[in-house]
């Protein structure tokens, strides 16, 4: 854990988030302002933290590794060298059992680059606006502080009981995915990081998701697909079922997609699901 991610690692996630930015910009004609990231630990282990690495560069940040390769710190790029807003980032399941030295220094990147005082730094805009909203709501100056510099969310430590698969089961019992969205909001709204390890801020997950414009997953493995099992649709469709939720609009949904060594890719999600439908499901060979 103390190498993750790793500097082939790191490589390979700036390559891949500059190939999402680029696609934004060229589909919207301006830079994503936020977006929400999926991290498995299991996902973590097979790609040594290329998706930690995207949540790194949007940020405008990069780790610190030390003589024996070890991940000992992270520093900020300095704009001028970045050429691009800092894009928010909130992160909806962390890993932060097997994978805490990380979970704390992504939470570390998003707290040092809030304070910035910069133009296109849409991280501190979005704090900024999370910390009014809470002393509106009535939190004290020193909880909206803590509170509003939150982005890594998950169920609490040591938790593993979301039921968004269930209810999607059953949806020829309801008409709306409100509960769906609802569910997963409750579950997943504990925050990790700024003093944070589990505590629960529903009201602040739903304010640090609103916004978001895509929501990235990865993939690194043929093992199982996306169809194959309830996990996938379950954290990536319940966190798009909470911003639908919160916004009224379905984020883009992209996929790290590293099960090709050779080629790795940002795959949109429906490319990324009729390729697995056509080659394991329906192929006649």
Known sequence: PEKVPKRAAWELGVRL??????????????????????????????????????????????????????????????????????????????????????????????????????????????????????????????????????????????????????????????????ALGDDYLRKMGHGFGNGFWGEPMEDVFRLALAGTEQIVHSSSTMLYGALDNDDFYMYMGGLAAAVRSVDGTTPELMVTNTRDLGNPEMTTLDKFIGTEFRSRYINPE
């Open 17 to 178: 988030a500059d190939e999402m930015l680029a696609q934004h910009v060229a589909e919207h004609g301006r830079y994503p302002e936020k977006v929400s990231f999926v991290i498995w630990g299991d996902e973590t282990m097979r790609h040594e933290g290329v998706l930690e690495s995207q949540v790194f560069h949007l940020l405008g940040t990069r780790p610190v590794w030390d003589a024996r390769d070890k991940v000992v710190d992270v520093e900020v790029v300095p704009s001028r060298v970045l050429g691009r807003p800092r894009v928010d980032i909130v992160i909806a399941s962390a890993a932060e059992g097997m994978f805490n030295n990380v979970t704390l220094l992504m939470d570390k990147a998003v707290q040092q680059v809030k304070a910035l005082e910069e133009a296109d730094n849409y991280v501190r805009r979005h704090y900024l606006a999370t910390r009014a909203a809470l002393l509106e709501l009535g939190y004290s100056e020193e909880q909206a502080e803590r509170r509003a510099g939150v982005r890594i969310f998950d169920e609490p430590p040591g938790t593993y009981n979301l039921n968004v698969s269930k209810i999607a089961e059953a949806s020829g019992s309801w008409d709306s995915d409100d």
